[in-house]
């Protein structure tokens, strides 16, 4: 029986060496998508130190509801949409001001960019701002999208945002 080995890993090149030394010694759920015996997008725990890596259609597939269900509790706020049977993240926020919306895109955009994974912003009326995520190469969820979603949210925005009503 060959001995099984929980590994998490995070880029391709990464399991092409791993694979090089664990063949045969690796087993994967079948109900998670593989390449080369390895995950296709990994669950640890704080998704916010991970980088998004570079993802090609070929490499790399979008992920199954129930994976994607699994991971949203790891990004608070964000909702998991199916449009037209993609799954995508979501999340709105009121800000204070039209110019507020433009700085709040402006300290997303630089996540973005760091991170080589770009989101669709939209700021609808003067005030709302929502944020859709995906990966349009795969049509779908990948886990990079869940580490974009938990890097936005460790950002400091409620200079931007408007403040909830006393209840």
């Known amino acids: 029986m060959a001995r099984i080995l929980q590994m998490n890993f995070c880029t391709y090149?990464?399991?092409?060496?791993?694979t090089k030394i664990l063949h045969d010694r690796v087993e994967v759920s079948s109900n998670r998508k593989s390449l080369n015996g390895f995950r296709t997008f990994c669950t640890g725990e704080d998704l916010?130190?991970?980088?998004?890596?570079?993802?090609?259609?070929?490499?790399?597939?979008?992920?199954?509801?129930?994976?994607?269900?699994?991971?949203?509790?790891?990004?608070?706020?964000?909702n998991l949409v199916n449009e037209t049977d993609t799954l995508k993240l979501n999340r709105s926020w009121?800000?204070?001001?039209?110019?507020?919306?433009?700085?709040?895109?402006?300290?997303?955009?630089?996540?973005?960019?760091?991170?080589?994974?770009h989101p669709d912003l939209h700021l609808v009326g003067w005030n709302n701002v929502k944020i859709e995520i995906w990966t349009h190469a795969v049509g779908g969820l990948t886990e990079n999208d869940f580490i974009l979603a938990a890097k936005i949210n460790?950002?400091?925005?409620?200079?931007?945002?408007?403040?909830k009503a006393a209840t």
């Open 94 to 117: 009121k800000v204070k001001s039209f110019t507020k919306g433009l700085e709040l895109f402006q300290a997303v955009a630089d996540v973005a960019e760091a991170e080589g994974h």
């Open 154 to 163: 460790g950002l400091d925005l409620q200079r931007l945002l408007r403040r």
């Open 48 to 78: 916010s130190i991970k980088k998004c890596v570079p993802c090609n259609s070929n490499d790399i597939r979008p992920m199954t509801e129930q994976a994607a269900n699994e991971l949203i509790p790891k990004v608070p706020g964000w």
């Open 13 to 18: 090149s990464s399991s092409i060496q791993v």
